[in-house]
């Protein structure tokens, strides 16, 4: 998101005179206040009318003005009508974020509890922990805007499938399983909005960016004039997977489009995409937003239309309801008035956008008559909140080395700790892009200061390391301790929004640094990672002097704290890698504005992620080692499915079979699996099941279709089960978007066992 220019200004004049003249306490009701004896009796004020008349009842009252200045993220007040302005740009990616301006940390609510980036969260492969954080930060949001500091309308989370290692924004992601991230989506969603209370809303939260949105800037290509080039098979299996999990099973309130083109269309003004599919397909229950501001970016960079108003009336007739910027609220009287677009279009719009207010109480009066009214200050920072951030840092942090079991280090042999590298003090760094104001920080430095005598030296000066002028110091650092922990990686200055990397490797001198110090150290050395995207560290996975390796993403606020419990054993780490990483050489294969899932022998590009990439890796998908031992039992699978088909369509070839998704909606089994830990301390396990479809015509490879996430003390075993859906889980894409079950042997991966399952059809014709 880059906001440009235009209404901001207003906007920030508006916070401004808010911040000296609105009440510190509580915000003054955003519309239908019942001290306002003129409107509170309107009957859209009136929360026991169906919220579909309410909605039509204020439409009918605006004048075409009016609705205009509502079409975009800094809706302008109706004072006449008692509704005040409202900024609809809030972000909350992993914490109550300050990055737009619908928040404004200060008063009372000086700050939120920052979570570890999303992809360190992911590698816990937690669901709970996913809808737990969402429940947290909603609760936060909330008491933010009860202090009138905070929208209710987050732009939140980012689900692009991470295609392309160098993504400056794979922090920001679930990681590369399309499947995975449609149930991050599903888990934090929910937690955002809140369950069991109907067609209500805590906080409306918002997947993006739609779609096949994952380049920001890379050899000399820009997010804004990037036309992907998508095929239907692509589109089908990856790219949009996780935004119909969004849709259809998390019910989220708005969906926004993206900068780039796909296929030639600007995906903010293409009907197929928005009107036709989230809307008509999936049936989205809330509204579609530009990114900010991609109206203003199709028109002007891209040239997709002729006029202004003709960019206006093309998004708004391809189903966008809110532009974040200024555009359509320039442009789209003339579009009306040059006839390219009706006030029913705007109508259809402004019920999208009202609808989501009313769903969240904003024309019900009183905040405090809210069922969160009565959050505030107090439910901001809690020591619980702040413990699970502390907590999803354990749980997200991937053992990628251990050699020897060097780790857990022992506070009685290692009572001196040499901490080394440009990460070993951070703090910014931590929590990544898209955070806000953290309640606190504990750095890795003092995080190991819990445990050991520690000494710290940076080695260079930020994660560039330019220089190798201060290596020495690093390594007599090394000479004199017990033990040695490297805080090495990247920050926002390497991979970031509009910063794609250029390549995979350490930056500047940091290869150096470690390999100097590790020589150097007198005990075991290990090397602990921040970044987003995967690095190639195969110098130290080869280097027997590096000890330990461990990746820690952008650990969040009490990031120092999880890396030590980890180092010295308090937690046993159980995190597993949401991405391959792959080596520095893949790059040059793989041209980023190539967009194909799959390999093309032909051509000699390798293809991408764990489903389609065959060739080799530093470290796979999924790869995450624990200091226990883990042992997997089959203790019920069925070997056989027979498939009804009641469609006569459905059989295309004897072998063949395309079943409909919705023809096939009722085949599911179950795996139940022991799990033991057969190891000496107590540890979490994450059980991964992929299934591989019989070789054939398809292109379709191994592919996740089921995880389970457990605590195991030692020596003790569980039962899981995992609920394989044929239809969903065993179909594959073919190369027209159609998903097809692949009659006869499919193979089940369920950790380290192999099982067969075999798939059948028997037709059942029904005469219509
Ligand atoms: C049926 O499918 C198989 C395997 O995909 C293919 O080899 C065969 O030619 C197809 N038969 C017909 C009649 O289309
Ligand atoms: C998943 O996360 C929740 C919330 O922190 C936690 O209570 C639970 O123990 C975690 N599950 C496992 C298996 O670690």
Redesign the pocket.
């Known amino acids: 998101m880059a906001y440009k220019n235009g209404l901001q200004i207003l906007s920030l004049v508006a916070v401004f005179i808010c911040v000296s003249f609105c009440g510190i306490e509580a915000r003054t009701p955003f519309a239908c206040d019942p001290k306002n004896g003129v409107t509170r009796s309107l009957r859209f004020c009136r929360a026991s009318v169906p919220i579909h008349v309410r909605v039509s009842d204020l439409i009918g009252r605006l004048t075409l003005q009016e609705k205009i200045r509502l079409l975009v993220n800094n809706a302008a007040a109706v004072p006449r009508l008692g509704i005040q302005g409202y900024e609809w740009w809030s972000e909350a990616l992993h914490g109550v974020s300050n990055v737009g301006p619908g928040v404004v940390f200060g008063g009372a609510f000086p700050e939120a509890t920052s979570f570890p980036q999303v992809i360190t969260t992911a590698a816990?492969f937690?669901e709970?922990?996913w809808e737990?954080i969402g429940r947290v930060v909603s609760d936060e949001a909330r008491a933010i805007y009860n202090g009138g500091k905070a929208g209710l309308t987050y732009w939140s989370p980012n689900v692009n499938v991470l295609r392309d290692p160098r993504w400056g924004r794979a922090q920001e992601t679930p990681g590369e399983d399309p499947i995975i991230v449609g149930k991050y989506a599903v888990r934090y969603v929910r937690g955002l909005q809140g369950n069991g209370n109907g067609n209500r809303l805590k906080v409306a939260a918002c997947c993006k960016h739609y779609s096949a949105y994952d380049l920001d800037k890379w050899n000399g290509v820009d997010r804004f004039h990037f036309n992907a080039k998508v095929s239907k098979q692509d589109l089908k299996d990856t790219y949009n997977v996780p935004f119909k999990a969004c849709v259809v099973e998390g019910n989220v309130a708005s969906v926004m489009c993206s900068y780039n083109q796909v296929n030639g269309k600007p995906t903010c003004a293409d009907p197929d995409l928005l009107k036709n599919t989230v809307r008509g397909k999936w049936g989205l229950n809330g509204y579609i937003v530009s990114d900010c501001d991609s109206v203003d970016v199709l028109y002007n960079s891209q040239h997709y239309t002729d006029t202004p108003e003709g960019a206006a009336a093309a998004s708004i007739k391809a189903g966008l309801d809110l532009n974040c910027g200024p555009f359509l609220a320039l442009h789209t009287e003339q579009a009306i008035t040059k006839g390219l677009l009706s006030e029913v279009d705007v109508n259809n719009a402004l019920a999208n956008t009202i609808t989501v207010q009313m769903r969240l109480g904003m024309f019900d009066g009183e905040p405090s008559a809210h069922p969160f009214g009565n959050l505030g200050k107090g439910d901001v920072c809690t020591p619980a909140h702040q413990e699970?951030a502390l907590?999803?840092a354990r749980?997200g942090i991937v053992l990628l080395k251990n050699q020897a079991s060097s780790l857990p280090l022992s506070t009685a042999r290692h009572r001196t700790v040499a901490v080394i590298g440009p990460n070993s003090a951070v703090t910014v760094t931590m929590i990544g892009n898209y955070a806000g104001v953290p309640c606190g920080y504990t750095t890795p430095v003092q995080g190991i200061g819990r445990y050991a005598k520690v000494i710290q030296q940076d080695g260079c000066a930020g994660v560039a390391c330019n220089g190798n002028g201060n290596f020495g110091a690093a390594e007599a650092a090394a000479r004199q301790a017990d033990a040695t922990v490297l805080v090495m990686g990247l920050d926002q200055s390497i991979e970031a929004e509009t910063v794609d990397r250029v390549g995979l490797l350490l930056p500047g001198h940091q290869q150096e640094l470690v390999s100097r110090v590790a020589m150097a150290s007198k005990g075991p050395t290990v090397l602990v990672l921040m970044s987003g995207g995967p690095i190639d560290v195969s110098f130290a996975k080869n280097d027997p002097r590096v000890s330990a390796i461990l990746w820690a993403g952008y650990p969040g606020q009490a990031g120092g704290a999880a890396i030590a419990d980890v180092l010295f054993g308090a937690t046993s780490p159980?995190g597993k890698l949401p991405m391959t990483w792959y080596p520095q050489a893949y790059l040059a294969k793989a041209p980023m504005t190539n967009m194909n899932m799959r390999a093309d022998p032909s051509s000699g590009y390798p293809g991408r992620t764990y489903r389609f990439y065959k060739g080799p890796v530093v470290f796979p998908f999924g790869h995450g080692l624990s200091y226990t031992k883990f042992s997997h039992k089959i203790a019920q699978a069925s070997k056989m499915v027979s498939l009804l088909i009641t469609s006569p369509h459905a059989l295309t070839n004897s072998t063949d079979v395309k079943a409909r998704y919705t023809n096939c909606n009722t085949q599911s089994l179950d795996l139940h699996i022991d799990v033991k830990n057969t190891g000496k301390l107590d540890g979490?396990h994450t059980l991964l099941v992929f299934s591989i479809p019989p070789p054939g015509r398809s292109s379709a490879t191994k592919q996740l279709v089921g995880f389970s996430?457990?605590?195991l003390a030692a020596g003790s075993e569980q039962r899981v089960r995992i609920g394989i859906h044929v239809c969903k889980h065993l179909s594959v894409v073919d190369e027209f978007g159609f998903r097809r079950i692949p009659m006869g042997e499919h193979k089940l991966q369920i950790g380290d066992i192999e099982h067969s399952l075999s798939v059948q059809a028997n037709l059942h014709q029904i005469k219509s």
Do not use: D, I, P, T
């Open positions: 816990s937690n709970s922990l737990e699970l907590e999803a749980q159980g979490s996430k457990l605590h």
